[in-house]
T-cell receptor
Framework: GAGVSQSPRYKVAKRGQDVALRCDPISGHVSLFWYQQALGQGPEFLTYFQNEAQLDKSGLPSDRFFAERPEGSVSTLKIQRTQQEDSAVYLC?????????????FGDGTRLSIL | GQQVMQIPQYQHVQEGEDFTTYCNSSTTLSNIQWYKQRPGGHPVFLIQLVKSGEVKKQKRLTFQFGEAKKNSSLHITATQTTDVGTYFCAGPLDSNYQLIWGAGTKLIIKP
């Protein structure tokens, strides 16, 4: 596709429910990043994939957060037993090469609200 | 741990005035990237600086990378309403997997 696509754009869930957020990166991009962005803050790193390998998940806030990219393209971020503090915008970004030394292309994000 | 500090948090300017945001890293960076995020939008890549002392220009925007590769600045000359948004700097963590982001500087044009 032309850019990074994320779905859904908005997600409202009740506390305790599980949610799944999808990211479709730019075709051919090796690297895929997930970020969490709170209002008025910069993006906070969650996890990084190089192709299908999850090389860094140090930013995931708890074991309720899980991400996968099984075929090295589309990625899913899953949050189990959601809590109110999980409310944020979740951004996905991809880059052509490996690592953090190349420009990142962001999707529009998923705005998650936990009631 | 490694940190990237960005100031100021906000800058209010009259249209036509200049705008500057500063970025400082606690460690030497291999490169620094600048992004712009419009209200309600997502970060959009502007530029990457790699060399010590590098200066790059994009029309009214001037980007600098310090000699020690620990600080950077973005200067906008004669701001326009289209410049409104939050400007972020970001540098790679030592692992080179992560980008460490500054908190951003929000450019606000006074009515």
């Amino acid at each position: 596709g032309a850019g990074v696509s994320q779905s859904p754009r908005y997600k409202v869930a009740k506390r305790g429910q599980d949610v799944a957020l999808r990211c479709d990166p730019i075709s051919g991009h090796v690297s895929l990043f997930w970020y969490q962005q709170a209002l008025g803050q910069g993006p906070e790193f969650l996890t990084y994939f190089q192709n299908e390998a999850q090389l860094d998940k140090s930013g995931l806030p708890s074991d309720r957060f899980f991400a996968e990219r099984p075929e090295g393209s589309v990625s899913t971020l899953k949050i189990q037993r959601t809590q109110q503090e999980d409310s944020a915008v979740y951004l996905c970004a991809s880059s052509l090469g490996g690592g953090g030394n190349q420009p990142q292309h962001f999707g529009d994000g998923t705005r998650l609200s936990i009631l | 741990g490694q940190q990237v500090m960005q100031i100021p948090q906000y800058q209010h300017v009259q249209e036509g005035e200049d705008f500057t945001t500063y970025c400082n890293s606690s460690t030497t960076l291999s490169n620094i990237q600048w992004y712009k995020q419009r209200p309600g939008g997502h970060p959009v890549f502007l530029i990457q600086l790699v060399k010590s002392g590098e200066v790059k220009k994009q029309k009214r925007l001037t980007f600098q990378f310090g000699e020690a590769k620990k600080n950077s600045s973005l200067h906008i000359t004669a701001t326009q309403t289209t410049d409104v948004g939050t400007y972020f700097c970001a540098g790679p963590l030592d692992s080179n997997y992560q980008l460490i982001w500054g908190a951003g500087t929000k450019l606000i044009i006074k009515p």
